[in-house]
T-cell receptor, first 115, second 109 residues
Framework: NAGVTQTPKFHILKIGQSMTLQCTQD?????MYWYRQDPGMGLRLIHY???????DQGEVPNGYNVSRSTTEDFPLRLLSAAPSQTSVYFC??????????????FGEGSRLTVL | GQNIDQPTEMTATEGAIVQINCTYQ??????LFWYQQHAGEAPTFLSY??LDGLEEKGRFSSFLSRSKGYSYLLLKELQMKDSASYLC??????????WGAGTKLIIKP
């Protein structure tokens, strides 16, 4: 199993450009998440999904869109890049249930710079 | 509001023991997680506590007191590879994870 795969690992954007961060998982997890991680702050939830066709906003959703057409894929789209969106983005998945802890499995991260 | 507090940075010596504390104030409680994150890498799961007490897993142990809103991660026989950030996260009543900012642990020879 590859686990959670996200691409690209690094990207530089100009202000106003749009782009999509790809995320796919092969563990058949229902739940998928997008977080951003900034220095001195905890991981902040952007959007999440509890299953195909269902998405919801997290703590910091403005400027981002997501879709979940399949169980495996959960892309994050930046609509019009702003310097405040310079960050490291992590995709994660989990399979909450009584038989397990619902721990998160993370992708390797995407470091995005907006200039 | 919801809040997770943990020290920003700690330093310890190879072979020693270190305790990383985490205090929390959240809307409800459905478990506390510890993750390890090496620089430039993704967080990886270390432990999960939902009941009071100590959970031991090799060199790492995690303790929880729900009445005090307190947890700690205990690392024994420290190795250089334990140099990393340690993230505390609490699952609230809506099953959302609230994350602390992480504790950067520096191990010196």
């Amino acid at each position: 199993n590859a686990g959670v795969t996200q691409t690209p690992k690094f990207h530089i954007l100009k202000i106003g450009q749009s782009m999509t961060l790809q995320c796919t998982q092969d563990m058949n997890h229902n739940y998928m998440y997008w977080y951003r991680q900034d220095p001195g702050m905890g991981l902040r939830l952007i959007h999440y999904s509890v299953g195909a066709g269902i998405t919801d906003q997290g703590e910091v959703p403005n400027g981002y869109n997501v879709s979940r057409s399949t169980t495996e894929d959960f892309p994050l789209r930046l609509l019009s890049a702003a310097p405040s969106q310079t960050s490291v983005y992590f995709c994660a998945s989990s399979y909450p249930g009584d038989a397990n802890t619902g721990e998160l499995f993370f992708g390797e991260g995407s470091r995005l710079t907006v200039l | 509001g919801q809040n997770i507090d943990q020290p920003t940075e700690m330093t310890a010596t190879e072979g020693a023991i270190v305790q990383i504390n985490c205090t929390y104030q959240t809307s409800g409680f459905n478990g506390l997680f510890w993750y390890q994150q090496h620089a430039g890498e993704a967080p990886t799961f270390l432990s999960y506590n939902v009941l009071d007490g100590l959970e031991e897993k090799g060199r790492f142990s995690s303790f929880l007191s729900r009445s005090k809103g307190y947890s700690y991660l205990l690392l024994k026989e420290l190795q250089m590879k334990d140099s990393a950030s340690y993230l505390c996260a609490v699952m609230d009543s809506n099953y959302q994870l609230i994350w602390g900012a992480g504790t950067k642990l520096i191990i010196k020879p």
